[in-house]
């Protein structure tokens, strides 16, 4: 059977994964990290959207307004996460929290 844990442990292993830590867990949890740029007001202006992709079994209690810090930066979860695909991984869009 099909184990994408594997595919993130060497993802890992190579170092294209973040630590986020979440209030409440004491321990980091490995995330993958997006920033990638958005088109808003009629293509006028550039923002970044902030995005995580994680394993649903290490966040399973991540919801909208949880804070979490990565690379020093304080991050609030702007939305319900959602299922990626079989629903092994999990994605959450962020918002720097103020």
């Known amino acids: 059977m ?48 902030y995005q995580i992709e994680y394993q649903a079994e290490d966040l399973p209690d991540l919801a909208r307004f949880s804070i979490l810090t990565i690379d020093a930066v304080r991050y609030r979860v702007r939305r319900p996460p959602r299922r990626k695909d079989d629903g092994f991984f999990m994605l959450a869009d962020l918002e720097v929290a103020k």
């Open 2 to 49: 099909f184990d994408p844990s594997v595919f993130w442990a060497a993802i890992a292993a190579v170092g294209m994964l973040k630590t986020a830590y979440v209030d409440g867990i004491p321990d980091g949890v490995l995330v993958g990290f997006a920033s990638p740029d958005q088109l808003e007001l009629d293509s006028q202006v550039t923002v970044a959207e």
